[in-house]
Nanobody, 114 residues
Framework: VQLVESGGGLVQPGGSLRLSCAAS????????MSWYRQAPGKERELVAS????????TYKDSVKGRFTISRDNAKNTVYLQMNSLNPEDTAVYYC????????WGQGTQVTVSS
């Protein structure tokens, strides 16, 4: 199993980024996927989740209306579109595969700063 995040970077407040997580080594369409983040000195927290077929999504309250999780099962990729970013969104963002065994990517840094 391999999960590789990309798309992070430095963005000004109010800006947007789209994160991608490319999956391999398992039947991607069979698993729910999630995005987590961890800010310096804080615990890792769930940001958004999506069911295996993409029919249902959930979000952390503070990102509702700003972030959108989606997936393309033909491309084995899950996305996190992040709009109206603010400094509190600064963190390392990780994707995770759910299931009996959980797998994590290596993370991608998102920094929101002017």
């Amino acid at each position: 199993v391999q999960l590789v995040e990309s798309g992070g970077g430095l963005v000004q407040p109010g800006g947007s980024l789209r994160l991608s997580c490319a999956a391999s080594g398992f039947t991607f369409r069979a698993y729910d996927m999630s995005w987590y983040r961890q800010a310096p000195g804080k615990e890792r927290e769930l940001v958004a989740s999506i069911t295996s077929a993409g029919r249902s999504t959930t979000y952390k309250d503070s990102v509702k209306g700003r972030f959108t999780i989606s997936r393309d099962n033909a491309k084995n990729t899950v996305y996190l579109q992040m709009n109206s970013l603010n400094p509190e969104d600064t963190a390392v963002y990780y994707c995770k595969r759910s299931g009996f065994n959980e797998y994590w990517g290596q993370g991608t840094q998102v920094t929101v700063s002017s």
